[in-house]
Each structure stands twice: as structure tokens, then as C-alpha cells.
Nanobody
Framework: QVQLVESGGGLVQAGGSLRLSCAAS????????VAWFRQAPGKEREFVAV???????VYGGSVKGRFTISRDNAKNTVYLQMSSLQPEDTAVYYC???????????????WGQGTQVTVSS
């Protein structure tokens, strides 16, 4: 049974930073594609970033240059470092693995429960 648990969300002022964590159990994250998505109220789930099996990274256009995805194999955890946060970054952030389609589509087998990020202006 694969379980993903996100943490690190919270309330931050515009221009601030947060680091989200996605810890896995039941499967190793080594050499596995893991993605972050986010969903704001009334909006569709949006691709944020992905780290590929070979540790390549791709970012959504709205976060490129501000967010960084990385992994720590020893801790079986994937991180999302978020900087220069803006109110429009407010959303529930989810990590996911085992993609069933293109990596930027929210069609994954395993999802975490999500962590709320709120950016105040």
C-alpha cells in the first residue's frame, strides 16, 4: 500500500517562502517520477512541478524560477521549495506518483491528502 503524506503548508505573507514535503511509505521514491499539483477553490487541479526518474525537473509556467522540486532518497521524501510567494499561489498542494498519462495531467494513481498554502497580500 503506497501512502503519500504532505506537510509544510501554512500561512505566509506575499514575498515569503515555504518548503513542502511529500513523504512516501510502501514504496521507494528513488528513480520514481513524483509530481506536485495545486488546486485553488473553484479551479481545476494545476500542474506545479515534476521530478523525473532520472532527477530531471520541469515546472509549470506560473511557478518557474520561483519554485524548486528536489528529492532526498535517504528520507524517501520529495520537497517543493517555494519562494517569492504571491496570493495567487494560494491553494491546496498535492504530491502524486505513478502517472497514467502525461506528467502534467492530474492522472496519477497515488495522491497525498494535500496541504494548504495561504499567501496573504
Amino acid at each position: 500500500q503506497v501512502q503519500l503524506v504532505e506537510s509544510g503548508g501554512g500561512l505566509v505573507q506575499a514575498g515569503g517562502s515555504l518548503r513542502l514535503s511529500c513523504a512516501a511509505s510502501g514504496r521507494t521514491f528513488r528513480y520514481v517520477l513524483v509530481a506536485w499539483f495545486r488546486q485553488a477553490p473553484g479551479k481545476e487541479r494545476e500542474f506545479v512541478a515534476v521530478i523525473t526518474s532520472s532527477d530531471g525537473t520541469v515546472y509549470g509556467g506560473s511557478v518557474k524560477g520561483r519554485f524548486t522540486i528536489s528529492r532526498d532518497n535517504a528520507k524517501n521524501t520529495v520537497y517543493l521549495q517555494m519562494s517569492s510567494l504571491q496570493p495567487e499561489d494560494t491553494a491546496v498542494y498535492y504530491c502524486a506518483t505513478d502517472s497514467k498519462s502525461a506528467y502534467n495531467r492530474p492522472l496519477y494513481t497515488y495522491w497525498g491528502q494535500g496541504t494548504q498554502v495561504t499567501v496573504s497580500s
